[in-house]
């Protein structure tokens, strides 16, 4: 089986803290932290499994700068055999359907049977797996956090709300978007890394894919600023040294109820 | 004149809590726009929920096929795609089956997509302001959507207040016979209920819970011993079960447990709305973090910003001594 998992650099959320910068219509990025998409790790993973039962070869392929590319290794480091990157000045600020263009362009290349993404990145809007399914006009599911592969069709699990399960047959090919927890992905080192730091991952840019009307002059969703939402008071804060703040906590836990 | 259509999802004959907000959030995108209910499906279910809407909606568009009994999104898209017109604004929830439908139906729909709105600020010209947040709600961000063509948009329940509904008197419109071919390559099999753990969180007052903040497998220790001095239960957010380190009938949140404690202590948690989902009955929340500016802090009643490693060990034996 032939799979495809279209991966995305992003600011990691659990080591920083995010300021903006001073004209406030982005981050500050300087010192950001960057890592592979929480998400995309369980795709790859899983797409390494499958490959491990059924035979066949994992691509990771991501729309990104030359930065990007660490996060390319990293999934190759994983196990994927291949990575691919799309990058040209011409993609910068293309919306959802900008990056799903893209990447289909880069689809219709090859010959996949399926493709995955993460169900969600750090924009946290779950859009170019379904928006890519709908190009390509193959069936979809998001959310997914359960696959059995069979001969042309496939069974998946999808997470729906209270944590139930709902299971759907697919015809192959098709597009899934993966949800955390399907799987435990494995741990890779600095070692591992080195060991696929002189694999060749080719570049592709605009020309090369044919596409055109991507970036921001296609983009008809756009973002306009960052800001911090003052969402009223807020928690009230309790300061002091450890214990003044435990002595409060405990006075407050014991009106509530809590204690 | 601005047409927006909202996708009424429901469950058992009863539609979810969104039906009230869609038309809230209707008037911030435009308040002279027509608003227009559509429930698909089949059957009772479908009747009942379609008579509902007749108190909130004006109008209402009923779709009543077979193939439409359970909301399999790719079966939905085919006919939403043919009834829905393609210069509107179509909204729908930010939930799975709205994540499931939408992106797909804005190319269908040759529309502009946007997800998880939080709030809509007004249309100028054919640019339609819309609020969303980024990075598990670290930053929200203003988005302009160009809506010449139409758009997709998926709204985050309970972002918009809900109106009262019962007197609208709204009419139907059948438009079964518009829906088309609805064959599709996914098939829907059946749910699989979520599994019964050994302990059932939503019957406790009181929740240490904990996120992805413990950081490791051993420190839950320290957690569970703060929820014994405090006759608590120990909960967790999701990264803790996809961890494999506590089991699923632990989470707390939209695809976890919905849970009404008097007392909700927020352990090394962010606050993503994905987990507050799963929070209600207003209880008192701590939050404890050691960054300053975690959503949470939004939310909580109380908080404080330390390390949770060192903070619950002290908090354990303060209480333990009281
Ligand atoms: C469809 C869907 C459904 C989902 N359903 C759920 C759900 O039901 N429940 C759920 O919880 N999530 C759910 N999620 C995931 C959700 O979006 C967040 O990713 C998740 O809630 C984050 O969990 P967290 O707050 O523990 O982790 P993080 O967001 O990583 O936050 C960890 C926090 O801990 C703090 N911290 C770190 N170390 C320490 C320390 N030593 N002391 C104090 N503070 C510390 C950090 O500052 C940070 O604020 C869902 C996502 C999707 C896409």
């Excluded at chain 1, 741990?187 to 596409?211: E, F, H, N, Q, T």
């Excluded at chain 2, 007749?54 to 009994?69: F, H, M, P, Q, R």
Aim: proline residues 3%; negative net charge; hydrophobic residues 40%.
């Amino acid at each position: 089986m032939e799979i495809l998992v279209c991966v995305k650099r992003v600011p990691d959320t659990a080591e920083n803290e995010f300021e903006l910068n001073g004209a406030g219509n982005d981050l500050d990025r300087d010192d950001l932290v960057y890592s592979v998409n929480e998400w995309d790790n369980y795709a790859v993973e899983e797409a390494i499994q499958i490959v491990d039962k059924v035979g066949g070869n994992v691509t990771v392929v991501t729309v990104g700068d030359d930065e990007s590319e660490e996060v390319l290794r990293r999934e190759m480091a994983m196990g994927a055999n291949n990575g691919i990157l799309l990058s040209d000045d011409a993609f910068e600020g293309s919306d959802g359907k900008g990056i799903a263009a893209i990447l289909k362009a880069e689809i219709e290349k090859g010959s996949y049977d399926l493709i995955m993404t993460g169900a969600q990145a750090d924009e946290g809007a779950g859009q170019v797996g379904g928006m890519l399914a709908a190009m390509l006009d193959m069936p979809y599911a998001s959310l997914v956090n359960k696959i059995e592969v069979g001969d042309s069709k496939i069974t998946v699990g999808r997470e729906i709300e209270g944590g139930n399960q709902e299971m759907n047959e697919m015809q192959l090919p098709c597009v899934l978007s993966i949800q955390t927890g399907i799987n435990e992905p494995r741990y890779v080192g600095i070692r591992g890394i080195r060991k696929v730091a002189k694999l060749d991952i080719p570049v592709k840019s605009a020309s090369d894919l044919g596409v055109e009307g991507v970036g921001d002059a296609g983009a008809k969703t756009k973002r306009v600023d960052y800001f911090v939402p003052d969402l009223g008071d807020g928690a009230e804060m309790l300061e002091g040294s450890t214990d003044e703040i435990i002595e409060k906590l405990i006075e407050k836990l014991k009106a509530k109820g809590g204690l | 004149m601005t047409q927006i259509f909202a996708y009424i999802p429901y469950k058992n004959g009863a539609a979810e809590d969104i039906a009230l907000e869609f038309p809230s959030a209707a008037k911030k995108i435009d308040e002279s726009a027509s608003l227009t209910a559509v429930v698909t499906g089949s059957g009772a279910d479908l009747d009942k929920v379609v008579e509902d809407m007749t108190g909130i909606y004006s109008e209402v568009i009923k779709v009543d096929n077979a193939d439409l009994a359970y909301p399999n999104a790719d079966v939905v898209r085919k006919a939403l795609a043919n009834i829905i017109p393609l210069d509107a604004i179509f909204l729908t929830a930010h939930d799975t089956f709205g994540m499931d439908l939408a992106p797909g139906l804005s190319v269908k729909m040759d529309s502009s997509y946007a997800a998880d709105v939080v709030d809509f600020e007004g249309i100028d010209g054919t640019t339609l302001k819309a609020v969303r947040q980024e990075l598990g709600g670290a930053v929200s961000t203003h988005m302009t959507i160009d809506i010449a063509s139409g758009a997709v948009m998926t709204v985050r329940p309970g972002s918009f207040a809900p109106v009262e509904g019962g007197s609208a008197g709204g009419s139907v419109t059948d438009k079964s016979g518009d829906a088309g071919d609805l064959s599709a390559k996914r098939k829907f099999l059946e749910i699989v209920e979520a599994e019964v753990g050994d302990v059932d969180i939503t019957k406790s007052d009181v929740l240490v819970s904990i996120g992805r903040g413990i950081e490791d497998e051993d420190n839950i220790e320290v957690a569970q011993e703060l929820a014994e001095a405090m006759k608590a239960v120990v909960s967790c957010s999701r990264p803790i079960v996809d961890a494999k380190w506590l089991e699923k009938s632990r989470q707390v949140g939209t695809s976890g447990q919905t849970v009404k404690p008097k007392v909700y202590m927020a352990m090394g948690i962010s606050g993503s709305f994905q987990h507050l989902g799963g929070v209600k009955g207003n209880p008192f929340i701590v939050a404890v973090n050691k960054n300053p500016k975690a959503p949470i802090f939004q939310v909580a009643d109380v908080g404080v910003v330390e390390d949770i490693l060192d903070f619950m060990p002290e908090l354990t034996e303060a209480i333990n001594d009281l």
